[in-house]
């Protein structure tokens, strides 16, 4: 049976207007029910059989679907606890009240969890000639005193937990641009020390040879200047958009120019340098990376970065960072960076990961973490081993782009750039 069958009002009919009342025919008890907004059904006998009627106020606290297929009776009884119960009370009602229609009262329950509400239910057996077809047991449901409060109060926390989850997505993407902005910011602060040390000590006319170590010197920062502004730009898109680009990213070049990066750094830090990159992700090579270039070069720079601190308390003439790059059997781009640093204990390992872990003093330990996320945003591994004699080794293994995927992708503008 569909609402409105029987000869009554569909639920979530508007009410019917009443006429004058002297000329009005005799007015139905579902239309009087229907202009208090009361939430009211006329039950069936069987169990089986479908409502033959409810109001557009219990069609909405049950959330029926307007103009659909009533639900039966045990139906109902399956979505309001203590129904059940309160029909077998209404069907032992002997004598008087069985006659005179039982007016009892019957507390409900519906939903679960955070959703639960209790409700108050009067089950009325209607009198004969009532006038009501397809049914002649009334059930009216009314909020339990208090629950309004309580629904209040349920949607007040909701609004506070979105209100904070904001607050801390906000606060995550702020700790996050921090720390990403601190490497550029204190690479371009080493680079125009570096600089003015150089002009403090230059004679009144540089040679050719002094002014191209100035060029070199202000290009660098230039790049970390730029650098950060990419960052920045990553971070913006975010909050519009949420979507990570999809380049051709050539990831030799983008490892070079991610030591051009740190060129200053590992110099300050008499860094030896040992480079040995086998996979041909050339420009025109056949093994391009499909990914955000400015996030994958964040993951290197951070990397690279971490190798250097780790190196701080290694003896000079020892600190040494050996970058590799392969294809590994499963035909992935393996990149491998192995520094001569502290290396990584138990303890720090298993928390290595952890967001805000950090040995360093003003360390924010959220690099590697970022640093995974981002590796597997692009289908790729990060992990780390231990070295056999000094230092560990950290790992990046990515999937390479098809060459037609690689063929129809724009390319990342820092692969292109030429690398010093
Ligand atoms: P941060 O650099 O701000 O400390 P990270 O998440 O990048 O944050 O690193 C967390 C910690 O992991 C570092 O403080 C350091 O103790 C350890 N770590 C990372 N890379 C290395 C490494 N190459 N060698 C030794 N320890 C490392």
């Known amino acids: 049976m569909t609402a409105g069958s029987a000869g009554v009002p569909a639920c979530g009919a508007a009410p019917r207007r009443r006429k004058a009342a002297a000329t009005a025919a005799p007015v139905a ?17 069987d169990a089986a059989a479908p409502l033959a009627w409810c109001s557009p106020a219990f069609a909405a606290r049950l959330a029926l679907p307007e103009g659909g297929a009533l639900p039966s009776l045990a139906g109902l009884c399956a979505r309001l606890e203590g129904l059940a119960e309160g029909l077998a009370l209404l069907a032992g009602a002997r004598g008087a009240a069985a006659r005179a229609g039982w007016d009892g009262e019957v507390r409900l329950a ?42 209040r109060r349920h949607l007040e926390d909701r609004e506070r937990l979105l209100f904070t989850s904001r607050s801390v997505a906000v606060g995550e993407m702020a700790t996050t641009l921090a720390h990403e902005l601190n490497q550029p910011l204190g690479a371009v602060t080493n680079v125009l020390r570096g600089l003015k040390t150089r002009l403090a000590a230059m004679p009144a006319q540089p040679g050719p040879e002094a002014m191209a170590h100035l060029a070199q010197g202000v290009q660098l920062a230039l790049d970390q200047v730029q650098y950060a502004a990419r960052i920045i730009g990553r971070i913006r898109d975010f909050t ?10 050539d990831v030799n070049a983008l490892l070079n120019n991610s030591l051009t990066l740190l060129d200053w750094e590992l110099r300050r830090h008499g860094v030896q340098l040992c480079i040995d990159l086998r996979a041909d992700t050339s420009a025109d090579g056949g093994a391009p990376v499909a990914g955000d270039g400015v996030m994958l070069q964040q993951v290197l720079v951070n990397l690279l970065r971490n190798a250097i601190d780790a190196m701080g308390g290694t003896p000079a ?18 990149i491998a960076i192995a520094d001569t640093g502290s ?40 992990w780390f081993t231990p070295n056999a004699k000094r ?3 950290f790992h990046i293994a990515l999937p390479l782009a098809g060459p037609d995927e690689a063929g129809r992708l724009p390319r990342f503008l820092d692969a292109e750039e030429p690398v010093s």
């Open 317 to 334: 003439g020892q600190r040494r960072l050996a970058i590799e790059s392969r294809l590994d059997d499963a035909g992935q781009l393996e």
């Open 240 to 249: 519009q958009s949420r979507q990570p680009r999809r380049e051709r990213v």
């Open 110 to 151: 519906q939903g679960r969890g955070r959703r639960r509400a209790a409700l108050r239910a009067s089950l009325r057996r209607l009198p004969e000639g009532a006038g009501v077809p397809g049914g002649a047991l009334a059930l009216r449901l009314r909020a339990e005193p208090g629950h309004d409060l309580a629904a």
């Open 343 to 382: 290396g990584i204990d138990h303890g720090a390992a298993a928390q290595l990961f952890t967001p805000f872990f950090s040995t360093k003093p003003t360390g924010m330990g959220i690099g590697l973490n970022i640093c995974r996320s981002l590796i597997e945003l692009h289908q790729g591994r990060l």
């Open 29 to 45: 008890p579902v239309a009087l029910w229907e202009a208090f907004d009361e939430a009211m059904a006329l039950l069936p006998a």
């Open 391 to 393: 230092g560990c080794t």
